[in-house]
């Protein structure tokens, strides 16, 4: 049998209580003096911090140059002709292709819709509850689940 720190009765359960920034057992009836600590009854506020977490922002992959070049190449159109179809520098694709300059995001848009290909690649993100992009994708459609 324990008994109350604060009044001395026996009880069959204590309570912890704050009181006056200490931490006793006391019985139910002294309990009220103070404030209940420890047990389940207390609201627990859980905060999770999520400002660690990268966003899965878009970056520009290392080899555009090469990817833009590739794909002009392959659809046998000079630099001139695509800067006139994207109504852009000459001077500027040729920097682009070799790298020296990064398009902007319209303008790697632009280049992604003429020729088909992707300038933007999301990074991969070593977080243990980040699914990747292609299963977030995937699940998409089946998130719709009917419960009777
Ligand atoms: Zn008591």
Redesign the pocket.
């Known amino acids: 049998m324990a008994s109350?720190?604060?009044?001395?009765?026996d009880?069959d359960s204590l309570k912890k209580v704050k009181i006056e920034g200490a931490t006793l057992k006391?019985?139910?009836?002294?309990?009220d003096m103070g404030e209940e600590v420890g047990t389940s009854k207390k609201r627990k506020k859980k905060t999770r911090s999520r400002s660690a977490r990268p966003r899965s922002e878009k970056v520009l992959v290392n080899d555009y140059g090469s990817r833009i070049k590739e794909a002009r190449e392959e659809e046998g159109i000079s630099i001139k002709e695509l800067a006139d179809e994207l109504n852009e520098k000459v001077s500027l694709l040729s920097k682009l292709e070799k790298e020296d300059l990064k398009p902007d995001n319209s303008l790697a848009k632009k280049i992604e819709d003429r020729l088909g290909i992707d300038l933007y690649t999301t990074p991969t993100v070593h977080d243990h509850d980040a699914p990747s992009s292609d299963s977030r994708k995937a699940t998409l459609g089946d998130v719709a689940e009917v419960k009777d």
């Open positions: 109350c720190k604060l009044c001395g009765q009880a006391v019985c139910d009836s002294c309990s």
